[in-house]
């Protein structure tokens, strides 16, 4: 069946520093890309997304990189900040016309000051 | 935030007993989903509903019914609790599928 899923379930970086999270999907017909961000307590929120047809997509401090060939992306954070210390989720969403969506378990991100 | 309100925010119940969740949204969104997230697993599906009266089940339904008679409410039943249903509901809305979800706040249900 189909899964996404993250490599690492924890990263600890330093203030300042560039922080990497990657993700693995399964499903090669998938559309589209979300990565999300949940802090203690609130529901996920929305950082970025990429299609298919494109390779990355920047947002402001945010990148998103998708190689189709592994099935795999990823999701950079430039001069990370400690309010950036959160789960960061992957999904991906097949083409249907439900769009339902495939979430990883989530990598907890904690940034030291 | 974003037109979307989960209710209760937090409830606790006695195992046997029915429990309804209510998501209610103020945008017109044609589609709505429950998740529930749990440490391990994630945010999986439960059902979903994609117009008045148009729902359907994802991966983790057993257990759960929904309702979808107005746009703007998608209400989410437990029949009958039972300790595994003890989790963190989300109920989520996009307007058309290409595009992402917004989020509820969350509900944590406690079921003893």
């Known amino acids: 069946g189909e899964s996404v899923g993250l490599h690492l379930p924890t990263l600890s970086v330093q203030e300042g520093d560039n922080s990497i999270i990657n993700c693995a999907y399964s499903?090669?017909?998938?559309?589209?890309f979300i990565w999300y961000k949940q802090e203690s307590g609130k529901g996920p929120q929305f950082i970025i997304d990429?299609?298919?047809?494109?390779d990355k997509r920047q947002g402001q401090r945010v990148t998103v990189l998708l190689n189709k060939t592994v099935k795999h992306l990823s999701l950079q954070i430039a001069a990370t900040q400690p309010g950036d210390s959160a789960v960061y989720f992957c999904?991906?969403?097949?083409?249907?016309?439900?769009?339902?969506?495939?979430f990883g378990d989530g990598t907890t991100l904690t940034v030291k000051p | 935030d974003a037109g979307i309100t989960q209710s209760p925010r937090h409830k606790v119940t006695e195992t046997g007993t029915p429990v309804t969740l209510r998501c209610h949204q103020t945008?017109?969104?044609?589609?709505m989903y429950w998740y529930r997230q749990d440490p391990g697993h994630g945010l999986r599906l439960i059902h979903y509903?994609?117009?008045?009266?148009?729902?359907d089940k994802g991966e983790v339904s057993d257990g759960y019914s929904v309702s979808r008679s107005k746009t703007e409410d998608f209400l989410l039943t437990l029949e009958s609790a039972t300790s595994s249903q003890t989790s963190v509901y989300f109920c989520?809305?996009?307007?058309?599928?290409?595009?992402?979800?917004?989020f509820g706040s969350g509900t944590r249900l406690t079921v003893v």
């Open positions: 499903n090669s017909a998938s559309d589209y």
């Open positions: 989520a809305i996009r307007t058309q599928w290409a595009d992402g979800y917004t």
């Open positions: 999904a991906e969403i097949g083409n249907t016309n439900a769009g339902k969506s495939t």
């Open positions: 945008e017109n969104h044609r589609y």
């Open positions: 990429i299609r298919s047809n494109m």
């Open positions: 509903s994609y117009g008045v009266k148009d729902t």
